[in-house]
């Protein structure tokens, strides 16, 4: 049995044309089955629905053979013991910082001030800001980031932007870009030499059908 981690929405409708490219259906819709697990046409093929951030944890530890995860959640994670063959191309977007629309961010950091920085994304909030010289406080939260400047939790924020829409909403502007981000194919190396054959016919089909892309 190869057992594909997934997590619902943008990533899971994305990766279905990949799949189709490697002749695997999703025989239920996620979104009107309860079912975590759900089966496919080749009855030796099966989806996990998982949270998007624990999808590298249980192909690292076997839970899954492999997964399709972004770029940014491999970054917080660590990676630790994934083979990562492909860059999928898919659910698309950028990682930037972001500020209220009237605060001065060029001048601070300029003046080397003390920035409050909340995010989900801790890890490369960090290094980004330490390669610029810049002191931070980070603020670890799990949703809602636009809150954090409008009631003066944090200076910045630094978050996922895709159209940038959620942000201006909310009268703020991105003020910096770190990085661009799309989800990778994942795999646990030890099911790639125990299963090589059916996961390597996967990761063919991905690649053939990225390139098509």
């Given at each position: 049995m190869i057992t594909l981690a997934l997590s619902k929405g943008r990533i899971f409708d994305e990766t279905l044309p990949l799949l189709a490219a490697a002749g695997i259906?999703?025989?239920e819709?996620?979104?009107k089955s309860r079912k975590l697990i759900l089966p496919t046409n080749q009855p030796d093929v099966r989806v996990v629905l998982v949270r998007a951030?624990?999808?590298?944890t249980y192909v690292q530890y076997g839970g899954a053979d492999l997964g399709v995860t972004g770029k940014d959640t491999l970054i917080e994670h660590g990676g630790q013991g994934l083979y990562?063959?492909?860059d999928?191309?898919?659910a698309r977007c950028r990682m930037s910082v972001a500020v209220r629309s009237d605060f001065d961010y060029a001048g601070v950091v300029k003046q080397g001030s003390r920035l409050r920085v909340a995010t989900k994304y801790t890890t490369i909030a960090r290094d980004f800001f330490a390669t610029k010289g810049v002191h931070v406080d980070l603020i670890k939260l799990y949703g809602s980031m636009e809150l954090a400047p409008l009631t003066g939790l944090a200076d910045a924020i630094v978050d996922l932007v895709s159209t940038g829409s959620t942000l201006k909403a909310n009268h703020l502007v991105e003020v910096e870009r770190i990085m661009d981000i799309s989800s990778r194919l994942v795999v646990n190396q030890a099911a790639?030499?125990?299963k090589q054959a059916p996961i390597r016919r996967i990761i063919d089909a991905f690649a053939g059908a990225v390139k098509a892309d």
């Open positions: 259906e999703v025989t819709d996620p979104d951030t624990d999808v590298p990562q063959p492909l999928l191309n898919i790639l030499k125990l």
